[in-house]
């Protein structure tokens, strides 16, 4: 489901972006940008996904990693009801815990290293989403990256994020750990509070209203619909659909 989290990410980052100040349509699209990548790095989890072998062995490393500390957690805290389970894929990462604290570390990094570090994330964000979009994204990504580079300036753009792209990070993994929260496995979004008498309460939504990974309602249903959210959400769009209507639909004034 990795196209349908990146596709999620990006709608989620446009409609944020304004509300964290990312007012000019470069910054948006930027912010936009890292929200959709960063909405599959939660599945760095997992050996197979594409967030684990982005960069090859730094992210394979990176991935082994993370499965090692999620199960460490995972035997420390499990509840009385918890499944018997490894504790790697869909737990530490796939939580509103995690999403704050990468969006933290990510807010101090951005101010600690400058526009550099900023252009550090967004770019990795570029790839993780191009990585899940397919191949077919990459003339689109690199038209947009350099319309970016030719109508904007760079270093006062991303200067401009400094800091509070931490919330670009933070909203894309929400927006995964709200995407797996509807399929079958259900995502312990809320950890570490006890429910049921499960640390690690799988959230989902009544059996009638979930939808299998990758079946027929992902691939028919919501992917179509969240690639025209997509388009739609981006700056300008709306206006100039609205103006299109008005043009050919309008009623003439009355002489």
């Given at each position: ?20 100040g990312?007012s000019s ?25 594409g ?8 992210t ?14 995972y ?30 570390l990510t ?6 290293g ?26 689109v ?6 319309w970016?580079?030719?109508t ?23 927006t ?6 509807l ?6 979004f809320?950890?570490p ?7 690690w ?9 979930r ?24 700056p300008?769009?709306i ?15 009355v002489?």
């Open positions: 489901m990795g196209h349908t989290h990146a596709l999620t990410g990006w709608c989620a980052g446009l409609a944020v972006a304004p509300l964290v990312a349509v470069h910054q948006a699209v930027a912010f936009a940008a890292t929200t959709a990548g960063f909405a599959l790095l939660p599945d760095l989890d997992h050996p197979g996904a967030a684990s072998r982005l960069l090859g062995p730094v394979g490393v990176l991935s082994w990693l993370l499965r090692r500390l999620s199960a460490a957690v035997a420390l805290t499990k509840g009385p009801r918890d499944e018997r389970s490894k504790g790697t894929h869909r737990h530490l990462s796939h939580t509103v815990l995690f999403a704050a604290g990468l969006g933290a807010m101090w990094g951005t101010r600690a400058g526009w550099y570090a900023v252009a550090g994330v967004v770019l990795f964000g570029v790839l993780l989403a191009a990585d899940a979009l397919g191949d077919w994204l990459l003339l990504a690199g038209g947009a990256v350099a970016w580079a030719l904007a300036s760079a270093a006062g753009e991303l200067r401009e994020l400094t800091g509070w792209l931490g919330a670009a990070v933070a909203v894309g993994c929400v995964h750990c709200l995407g797996d929260a399929t079958e496995s259900g995502c312990p809320l950890f509070v006890p429910l049921a008498g499960e640390t309460y799988e959230l989902r939504p009544p059996g009638f209203l939808f299998r990974t990758g079946g027929r309602v992902e691939r028919l249903v919501i992917a179509p619909l969240f690639l025209v959210v997509a388009l739609a959400l981006l300008g769009v206006d100039a659909l609205v103006a299109l209507y008005d043009r050919l639909f309008a009623p003439s004034p002489t």
